[in-house]
């Protein structure tokens, strides 16, 4: 498949580290050492179907195809109001498409495991125009009396539009079970059979565990995919990563020897929106006139799991 269009909606409410000052023992200078973020945008008023639709419409836009050109869609979501219905069959809806449509969660890794998804899909014969959305809320799952975490995340939708093409070059998937070290649990409806012990809490994170496992797994991907395609680091003109973090970031560009410039970035004032990050980048890149057809990218995300996702694209829009 080869990528054809992509869109990206955010949240209109700004919130900036002197605002968390207000009710957090932290400080902007605290935050920003320890994960560069400055601000970040969250959802208030907004809903996260209504920002999904909107990064899809700009994406089918861009792509030159009516919402009725596509035949199916993938959207990756960890959490959101709805149980069920899916959100990909509420955006469904909303933008007018009549197709087949699935969710998917792997954490933040959702995108990158989407659009490996939606190239086999092609491949199989059974769809030509694919949508991708990444929606999250992650600034809905944590303790906002917890600095540790609350001062991290952002909300927001990215998409993508794919279809037939030579665009997609390789991918590498993999998960390691890690689940002691970041998890958010949520009670279910109670029953009159329920003996079980259950809870409720808001995300855990081992923040030193999450920052190593990160590290490790994503510079090993992106290594073996580079040699399995014969490439070397500098034959890849951006290396798009998942933005929870600028140390992590950071300490990739370090593992495989690279210049930070080859490494863009947003977390500075987007937070970590869990799976939509590497597509509200790669629209941002897109859009600020930054990615010339032919270019050779690399897409890579971590996620709570441990879930990983590499892929190398080149773009060809």
Request: charged share 25%.
């Amino acid at each position: 498949m080869k990528i054809i269009g992509t869109g990206r909606a955010h949240p209109t409410k700004v919130v900036t580290n002197a605002m968390l000052e207000e009710f957090l023992d932290t400080s902007n200078e605290w935050i920003v050492e320890r994960t560069g973020i400055k601000e970040r945008r969250l959802i208030s008023d907004e809903r996260l179907e209504d920002l999904a639709a909107k990064a899809s419409l700009l994406a089918i836009e861009d792509a030159g195809l009516k919402p009725k050109d596509i035949d199916y869609i993938i959207c990756s979501n960890v959490v959101n109001e709805y149980i069920t219905p899916s959100l990909s069959c509420i955006v469904q809806g909303a933008i007018g498409a009549k197709c087949a449509c699935v969710d998917i969660n792997v954490a933040c890794s959702g995108f990158v495991y989407a659009l490996d998804m939606a190239d086999d899909r092609i491949k199989s014969g059974k769809a030509k125009n694919i949508l991708v959305i990444a929606a999250e809320e992650p600034s809905r799952m944590v303790d906002w009396r917890d600095r540790a975490t609350c001062v991290l995340f952002g909300d927001g939708a990215g998409a993508a539009v794919v279809t037939e093409g030579e665009g997609f070059l390789g991918s590498r998937m993999g998960a390691v079970s890690m689940t002691d070290c970041l998890h958010y649990v949520r009670c279910l409806e109670p029953t009159p059979y329920i003996s079980k012990e259950e809870f409720s809490a808001p995300m855990y994170m081992n923040g030193r565990q999450v920052f190593k496992t990160a590290v490790m797994l994503s510079s090993r991907d992106i290594k073996a995919l580079l040699a399995d395609k014969g490439l070397q680091p500098e034959d890849v003109k951006y290396y798009v990563l998942h933005q929870a973090n600028m140390r992590i970031v950071e300490a990739v560009a370090k593992q495989m020897e690279l210049d930070l410039s080859y490494f863009p970035h947003n977390v500075e004032y987007c937070g970590n929106t869990s799976s939509a990050s590497v597509a509200l980048l790669l629209d941002e890149l897109h859009r600020d006139g930054k990615l010339q057809r032919g270019d050779k990218l690399i897409l890579s995300a971590f996620g709570a799991g441990f879930s990983t996702g590499t892929c190398l694209i080149e773009w060809t829009k």
